[in-house]
């Protein structure tokens, strides 16, 4: 299924950079907890892989509490095509470009991780109801670039857009590497140096002040697009490397094997203040938060011991004897004070307060799914052989499928929103229900004086109610920015 996109309106190629009018965000990370709370909340949402034969779609959710139409999905923007799997996105500018008057948070960047299609949608125009502005062809990407299987976008001060590609055509991770577009849309060129390229690909952030962008490791497309095999770890076909990039420059500098406690490094948060020369990975399989640092040298290291580590539970009735957490999105508050991570096949959220990074403190905990909720035939086993499973509450009245999956914080930090899908072949793997009941999101409140986390009971967005079906539900971005795309320089 195809058809042509309609061109919606140009992108403003702008003027001189203003140095005293502010573009598009916030000035620092301290300044955007004061913006305004949020009211609309896009989520790609994926039909890809659930057997529905319909193009993943944008959902436009209301999170006003004094909307009418609260707490559910108000608009639809289906793609072109069908196959896509809509995965994470990202910003067309951001508050790196906040100095330039003339850039403008304007268009919403979908990579699709199977098809290899990057959709602009535009946000401005109306944004209760975003439409498509273009896509960039993966055929075009792969002549030009070699890369395929796209996932991680970021906006860059200079107004160019920077995406993470996991692999080439073929679904080799040797590869993969990062495609540069212009503010319209168009292909550049690669933007790490030639031989320069990461051993797998995945999240990335870049830290100008300190003149590095760090990278993660996923695995091969052809790998983790068929499920998760634990052969395909041993094989070699997944990561547990960070990459070190000079920036702008796109020369490796060094490579950081995390070893063992540090398998499938998937999301990488540096704190946000720009000054500061340290942040967190989360190693996924071996369920680990691991710290990195600058070093006097202006060399990285990683913390030795990991800072927080996720036991896995022995269990019954499940295909290994042991359950890993399986940390799959973590994020940081804008103040820098507390951190926030989920463990999709246990089930439950955490917070931590990183006020000092070498020693973080737990701070709240909320079990919100997971595998081992009460009325799942898997149950964790104690030391004396007695097994157990944790209460999972209902929310109006609906049981939560899944687990904690994408999260996505409140400028203030008050309100934490979570979906539950992680890509469709790995939903439905350890989550078939998924795939005939769909996803949903649901809010977390937060106390941010004395920590902790509570369900907000009111709000819970069904998308096994979606008009075309049940669909997946993957990551959540606001239109005026968040903790996990603004960039500070």
Wanted: aromatic share 10%; proline share 7%; with cysteine.
């Amino acid at each position: 299924m195809a058809m042509e996109a309609e061109v919606i309106a140009p992108v403003s190629k702008g003027g001189s950079r203003g140095c005293c009018k502010s573009g598009p965000g916030y000035a620092t990370p301290l300044a955007a907890m004061s913006g305004p709370s949020e009211k609309l909340i896009y989520v790609t949402a994926v039909y890809n892989g659930t057997g529905r034969e319909k193009p993943d779609y944008l959902a436009t959710v209301d999170v006003d509490p004094n909307s009418p139409t609260y707490s559910s999905v108000i608009h639809r923007l289906p793609m072109p095509f069908v196959g896509d799997e809509l995965h994470h996105s990202g910003w067309n500018s951001c508050s790196s470009c906040h100095g330039d008057a003339s850039a403008d948070r304007r268009y919403l960047v979908l990579p699709s991780l199977v098809s290899g299609r990057i959709y602009a949608i535009d946000t401005k125009a109306d944004p209760r109801a975003p439409s498509l502005y273009k896509y960039v062809d993966p055929k075009e990407i792969a002549e030009k670039t070699g890369l395929a299987y796209p996932h991680t976008a970021h906006c860059l001060a200079s107004g160019e857009i920077m995406v993470s590609c996991l692999g080439d055509e073929e679904g080799n991770a040797k590869g993969n590497g990062f495609l540069l577009l212009d503010s319209d849309f168009n292909i550049k060129t690669r933007w790490e140096k030639e031989g320069h390229s990461p051993l797998f690909g995945y999240d990335f952030w870049y830290q100008p002040r300190h003149k590095t962008m760090i990278s993660t490791s996923w695995g091969a497309p052809k790998a983790f697009t068929k499920g998760f095999d634990l052969q395909d770890v041993a094989d070699g076909l997944y990561g547990s490397h960070l990459h070190v990039y000079t920036w702008p420059g796109g020369e490796m500098k060094q490579l950081i094997d995390l070893g063992e406690t540090g398998l499938l490094p998937l999301e990488i948060r540096y704190l946000h203040d720009p000054s500061k020369d340290t942040g967190f990975v989360g190693g996924a399989l071996s369920s680990n938060m691991i710290r990195f640092f600058k070093n006097s040298d202006d060399t990285w290291s990683h913390e030795a011991s990991v800072v927080i580590y996720v036991k896995p539970l022995k269990v019954e009735n499940w295909f290994l004897p042991e359950m890993p957490g399986l940390i799959t999105d973590f994020l940081i508050s804008l103040d820098d004070r507390f951190m926030y991570f989920v463990n999709w096949l246990h089930g439950d959220i955490r917070q931590y307060n990183i006020e000092d990074p070498k020693n973080p403190v737990l701070t709240g905990q909320i079990w919100v799914g997971g595998l081992l909720q009460k009325g799942s035939p898997v149950k964790a086993v104690r030391e004396d052989g007695s097994t157990y499973q944790f209460d999972v509450p209902q929310i109006k009245g609906k049981s939560l499928r899944g687990g904690p999956q994408m999260i996505q914080l409140s400028l203030d930090g008050k309100r934490l929103y979570a979906t539950n899908s992680l890509f469709s072949a790995w939903d439905r793997q350890f989550y078939p229900e998924l795939m005939d009941k769909g996803s949903h999101i649901i809010q977390i409140d937060v106390d941010t004086e004395k920590g902790g986390l509570s369900i907000n009971p009111d709000f819970f967005v069904d998308f096994g109610d979606e008009p075309d079906g049940p669909a997946l539900a993957h990551e959540m971005r606001y239109p005026g920015g968040d903790c996990t795309s603004d960039i500070w320089i």
